[in-house]
């Protein structure tokens, strides 16, 4: 299983991202080892019927079922298997069902404490992951070792539009069978930090994500000033000129608020980075400074949510 900062690493745009990485894991299909690559239209999908009459007995009433959750898989899914498990996480968080879908895996000391409202606070990042879960991921095997096992699952790559096999792993947990998509640590600190988790996951990419946009907002001014007989713009005029990417306008997508303070001579300047929502978007203020005979400089603090200028 990949660390946290590797997952960070991998997947998170450092300017645009607003979804958790454990669970971007999975809907990256990079779980697991990859193994044969193919188009959609290869993949044949036994088609079970399913009896439109109503079962006459139990037997009937189970194998209808089996047949149901089979639809679109490669294999039969029986009631409560790993692979069904597999599949009812995906259905709910295509669904929205965020809060069911991650009681099903090993970060629930994460989510089973968390209020409507709180729940309401993360579903910017949340919903994200619900435009990443694709209509059709035919589960195409499942291998149960004791209490230990792996489905695999085709996943489309979102580059080729191919599908690529994917290792999902689960873990039988008082007769449950849970999705692992926290690593060990990820899971000691679910289990550590409770209801806070994702919050402080959550600010821990805003860090890095403003530490990102700082950094572009810096090599945008050097291009600017390049233009403009040494001159700096401010924000708006770096957005406008695709300098800066639209993301720096509002905290909705980063979490942060981004300014950028000039000089009356336009000289030298200041780009600042101050938590939307102190505590919950972030807690660090940043600031990317420089004078007319230094170097841009990044500088960070806790502030309690107000700007560093200084």
Aim: glycine share 6%; aromatic share 8%.
């Amino acid at each position: 299983m990949v660390s946290n900062l590797s997952i960070n690493r991998l997947f998170f745009n450092p300017i645009t991202s607003t979804a958790f990485l454990l669970l971007l894991i999975f809907l990256a299909a990079s779980c697991g080892s990859k193994a044969k690559t193919e188009s959609a239209a290869e993949v044949k999908s036994e088609k079970v019927p399913v009896s439109k009459s109503e079962p006459k007995t139990e037997a009937e009433r189970i194998e209808i079922a089996d047949k149901e959750r089979s639809k679109g898989a490669m294999i039969k899914i029986k009631e409560n298997s790993p692979a069904d498990t597999v599949r009812v996480f995906y259905k709910r968080l295509r669904a929205k069902q965020f809060r069911e879908a991650i009681m099903l895996t090993n970060l629930r000391p994460a989510i089973e404490g968390l209020t409507d409202s709180e729940m309401k606070d993360l579903g910017v990042d949340f919903g994200f992951l619900a435009q990443r879960v694709p209509e059709n991921m035919p589960i195409n095997g499942e291998i149960v070792t004791g209490d230990t096992a792996t489905v695999t699952v085709k996943f489309p790559n979102e580059e080729t539009k191919k599908l690529e096999t994917a290792e999902i792993k689960l873990r039988k947990d008082k007769d449950i069978w849970i999705v692992l998509v926290a690593d060990g640590a990820g899971e000691k600190m679910a289990k550590r930090e409770g209801k806070n988790y994702f919050f402080a996951l959550r600010m821990d990419v805003h860090h890095k994500e403003a530490k990102a946009m700082l950094d572009r907002i810096g090599k945008a001014q050097m291009i600017y000033s390049m233009k403009n007989n040494g001159k700096f713009g401010n924000l708006e005029t770096l957005i406008n000129k695709g300098f800066v990417p639209q993301d720096a306008k509002t905290p909705l997508t980063t979490g942060y608020k981004y300014d950028v303070l000039l000089a009356e001579d336009h000289t030298t300047y200041t780009a600042v980075a101050t938590p939307a929502e102190y505590g919950k978007t972030g807690k660090l203020s940043f600031a990317l400074k420089i004078t007319k005979d230094k170097q841009p400089e990044l500088i960070f603090k806790d502030l309690k949510g107000r700007p560093l200028k200084n």
